[in-house]
């Protein structure tokens, strides 16, 4: 997501998480300009990301194999959200996931043939 619209980004809007180890993903904002509590010297409130609209950091919230997961992501990780970019990334992930498993198996078949090679 482009920096200028960090400061439009609003509770409980949705965003796309894009991963090539999780997937795509559809992700709510579930905070923005996130505080924290400091005890310490004199009980505060601190912004250790700092402003949402100035840093793009805000926490979501996903579900990735039935698990709900929250994390504290800066929105240049991001996409804005519209169902034809949702599509067209899972479209091209799905895609890439058939053709890395067809490179799985075209790399266990050659190690395979190695393997029986090496003990003749």
């Not at 991001?78 to 091209?92: F, G, M, P, Q």
């Not at 799905?94 to 198996?105: D, G, I, P, V």
Request: charged content about 30%; proline content about 2%; cysteine-free.
């Amino acid at each position: 997501m482009k920096s200028k619209d960090w400061k439009y980004v609003k509770l409980h809007q949705w965003i796309i998480y894009a991963s090539e180890y999780y997937g795509v993903l559809k992700a709510e904002v579930i905070e923005i300009d996130i505080k924290i509590a400091v005890d310490l010297p004199t009980f505060h409130y601190d912004y250790p990301y700092g402003l949402t609209a100035e840093k793009g950091t805000v926490k979501i919230r996903y579900v990735l194999d039935d698990v709900t997961h929250e994390i504290i992501e800066n929105l240049a990780h991001a996409v804005k959200y519209s169902e034809k970019s949702y599509r067209e990334l899972l479209a091209a992930y799905n895609m890439w996931q058939t053709y890395l498993s067809t490179a799985n198996s075209y790399k266990e078949e050659f190690n395979r043939v190695l393997q029986t090679l090496k003990e003749e």
